[in-house]
Nanobody, 118 residues
Framework: QVQLVESGGGLVQPGGSLRLSCVAS????????MSWYRQALGKERELVAH????????NYLDSVKDRFTISRDNAKNTVYLQMNSLKPEDTAVYYC???????????WGQGTQVTVSL
């Protein structure tokens, strides 16, 4: 049974930090590109960051560059998103995604709420 379980969301003040975690099970984690997406209320889901299967390359949404860092630990089947200098516009549900495009295989987590507010 495939599972992606996110944690680490919550309420934080502007300028604060949070670290999201996503633990994977039920598939070979190290074969998959891992990504974090987010969806704010009334808006479309957007790609925040992704990391290649061997962690050799990362990519970020322009608005989070230099503030967010994606990383992974293939030994722990876990991907992280370190979020610093948070802004109210970062408020959204954050989703973990696993994708192996060549095989058309893709999985989603259930999401974790991040709220940035005074």
């Amino acid at each position: 049974q495939v599972q992606l379980v996110e944690s680490g969301g919550g309420l934080v003040q502007p300028g604060g930090s949070l670290r999201l975690s996503c633990v994977a099970s039920g598939f070979t984690f190290r074969w998959y590109v891992m990504s974090w997406y987010r969806q704010a209320l009334g808006k479309e889901r957007e790609l925040v960051a992704h990391i290649t299967s061997d962690a050799s390359s990362t990519n970020y949404l322009d608005s989070v560059k230099d503030r967010f860092t994606i990383s992974r630990d293939n030994a722990k089947n876990t991907v992280y998103l370190q979020m610093n200098s948070l802004k109210p516009e970062d408020t959204a549900v954050y989703y973990c995604n696993a994708r192996r495009a060549v095989y058309g295989s893709e999985f989603w987590g259930q999401g974790t709420q991040v709220t940035v507010s005074l």
